[in-house]
Antibody
């Protein structure tokens, strides 16, 4: 059974840092690119970052470019999101999401982890 | 990156059909065959309903169908059921912006 689990959220002050993790099982993790998508309270979905299966191709949304860093450890079946210089507007539930093949549709999502940035 | 445009709300009675639109540009919806649709219940992760404009993953009822014309994609829910009441999001591959989502549509089953 495919399982994807996000973790690492919490409360942090503006300017602080946090690292999210996403652990996968039930499929060959190293064969898939992965994404982070976030959802601010009461708002819509926002794609924020992608990393290829080998980790050599990375994209970021403008809203997080220069502050967030995506990475992966295929030996540990784990995806990461290092978030620095956090702002109140980064407050959201963060999801890791696996694409369905090359379709850019995300068929498996973590349960989400809440990040709250507040003083 | 600008979000795709969806109506904030839609509604229908049980058994009826409702269509939700998703308008983008030639740089996203109109330029690629990679439009997806998601269903999300409160407090839950989104669920993929449609990928590559019209394709349904296994397990998604055929009451859910989708299409695209120009820069606008559409999701149709036929034979509305009470459990279809949820938020629906479209997304599209957007080239250098990678993936962009719509603002979401809250579907109410009256």
């Amino acid at each position: 059974e495919v399982q994807v689990m996000d973790s690492g959220g919490g409360s942090v002050q503006p300017g602080g840092s946090l690292r999210l993790s996403c652990t996968a099982s039930g499929f060959t993790f190293s064969a898939y690119g992965f994404n982070w998508v976030r959802q601010a309270p009461g708002k819509g979905l926002e794609w924020i970052s992608y990393i290829s299966s080998a980790g050599n191709i990375i994209y970021y949304a403008d809203s997080v470019k220069g502050r967030f860093s995506i990475s992966r450890d295929n030996a540990k079946n784990t995806l990461y999101l290092q978030m620095n210089s956090l702002r109140p507007e980064d407050t959201a539930v963060y999801y890791c999401a696996r694409p369905r093949g090359y379709s850019y549709g995300f068929d498996y999502w973590g349960q989400g982890t809440l990040v709250t940035v507040s003083s | 990156q600008s979000a795709l445009t969806q109506p904030p709300s839609a509604s229908g009675s049980p058994g009826q059909s409702v269509t939700i639109s998703c308008t983008g540009t030639s740089s996203d919806v109109g330029g690629y065959k990679y439009v997806s649709w998601y269903q999300q219940y409160p407090g839950k992760a989104p669920k993929l309903l449609i990928y590559e404009v019209t394709e349904r993953p296994s397990g998604v009822p055929d009451r859910f169908s989708a299409s695209k014309s120009g820069n606008t994609a559409s999701l149709t829910v036929s034979g509305l059921q009470v459990e279809d009441e949820a938020d629906y999001y479209c997304s599209s591959y957007a080239g250098t912006n990678f993936v962009v989502f719509g603002g979401g549509t809250k579907l109410t089953v009256l």
